[in-house]
T-cell receptor
Framework: ETGVTQSPTHLIKTRGQQVTLRCSSQSGHNTVSWYQQALGQGPQFIFQYYREEENGRGNFPPRFSGLQFPNYSSELNVNALELDDSALYLC??????????????FGPGTRLTVT | KQEVTQIPAALSVPEGENLVLNCSFTDSAIYNLQWFRQDPGKGLTSLLLIQSSQREQTSGRLNASLDKSSGRSTLYIAASQPGDSATYLCAVKAAGNKLTFGGGTRVLVKP
């Protein structure tokens, strides 16, 4: 069974640019969530995708957007990068069935640096 | 709005001592609580998941308790080892299916 994978591992971008981060969910998991973790802080929920639709969003501006594909993999896109977007971006997958609450499994993260 | 707090922010103990990590949350209407370990610059490793109907979970040297009514969870790590040095995060899942995390406790186990 393959775990959650993310690419790239590290990324350096310039303020104003756009970035796309990728995540492959664990086999059998139909839900993908994205989190932003600034240095020294706990992760903050960005949004979640279930069956290719957004299924909840945290307090992030619209320039943070995402996609989920039929194979349940996902992308996080950030437009008009700002210096404060520098963080570790974490992807987590889990099954989602009504009435059950499952464990979330996290990938290794993508370290984004905006200069 | 759910808020999760972890105290202390950092902890240093000699090898062999038991670790006690605290987590508190403001809204008791949770589905579950999850404890994670994070090594520097790395992703999160799930340690224990406690469903809202459970009082505790155990895995090896780890034991986590949950008191929903008081909004508290405690992670116990018995007989600490230098390899236990890491940041420990707790997170609660409530309505909206998202995890709300605490700020973490950074643990150093000295040989």
């Amino acid at each position: 069974e393959t775990g959650v994978t993310q690419s790239p591992t590290h990324l350096i971008k310039t303020r104003g640019q756009q970035v796309t981060l990728r995540c492959s969910s664990q086999s059998g998991h139909n839900t993908v969530s994205w989190y932003q973790q600034a240095l020294g802080q706990g992760p903050q929920f960005i949004f979640q995708y279930y069956r290719e639709e957004e299924n909840g969003r945290g307090n992030f501006p619209p320039r943070f957007s995402g996609l989920q594909f039929p194979n349940y993999s996902s992308e996080l896109n950030v437009n008009a990068l700002e210096l404060d977007d520098s963080a570790l971006y974490l992807c987590a997958s889990s099954p989602l069935r009504e009435g059950f609450s499952y464990e979330q499994y996290f990938g290794p993260g993508t370290r984004l640096t905006v200069t | 709005k759910q808020e999760v707090t972890q105290i202390p922010a950092a902890l240093s103990v000699p090898e062999g001592e038991n670790l006690v990590l605290n987590c508190s949350f403001t809204d008791s209407a949770i589905y579950n609580l999850q404890w994670f370990r994070q090594d520097p610059g790395k992703g999160l490793t799930s340690l224990l998941l406690i469903q809202s109907s459970q009082r505790e979970q155990t895995s090896g040297r780890l034991n986590a308790s949950l008191d929903k009514s008081s909004g508290r969870s405690t992670l116990y790590i018995a007989a600490s080892q230098p390899g236990d040095s890491a940041t420990y995060l707790c997170a609660v899942k409530a309505a909206g299916n998202k995890l709300t995390f605490g700020g973490g406790t950074r643990v150093l186990v000295k040989p």
